[in-house]
């Protein structure tokens, strides 16, 4: 998972504002466009970054491009975050439990005695 794109292209409030509108279901550029008070040259450009980190997909239907929300990569990121806030807590990834607790129950022996 690309995170440096994905938080590069979630830093933008235009392209946040595309991600919530494409919660609603697969909308054509032109439709997106249609929500914002800036160039449809500029909404391309978002989307392309947003595409680029893999938030959107692009799907072709007769002679219109529908985009729509990747959400595996949302579901991944939770994981990442997840990781990480278990890692700082120090809480064992999957666990639910830190070292020190069970170290404390006897389920981790200490080798500095």
């Known amino acids: 998972m690309p995170l440096n794109l994905i938080f590069k292209a979630l830093a933008d409030a235009n392209r946040r504002k595309i991600l919530q509108l494409l919660q609603q279901g697969d909308l054509t550029a032109g439709e997106i466009a249609a929500q914002f008070e800036i160039s449809k040259p500029s909404i391309s450009h978002h ?21 729509s ?13 997840y990781n990480v806030s278990d890692l700082k807590s120090g809480i064992e990834p999957g666990s ?3 070292a020190q607790h069970k170290q404390d129950k006897g389920d ?3 080798d500095r005695e």
């Open 47 to 67: 989307l392309n970054i947003l595409k680029q980190a893999n938030l959107v997909q692009d799907i072709r239907r007769g002679q219109n491009i529908f985009y």
């Open 69 to 81: 929300l990747n959400t595996t990569v949302f579901q991944d990121m939770i994981a990442w975050f």
């Open 96 to 98: 639910g439990q830190s």
């Open 108 to 110: 981790i022996q200490d």
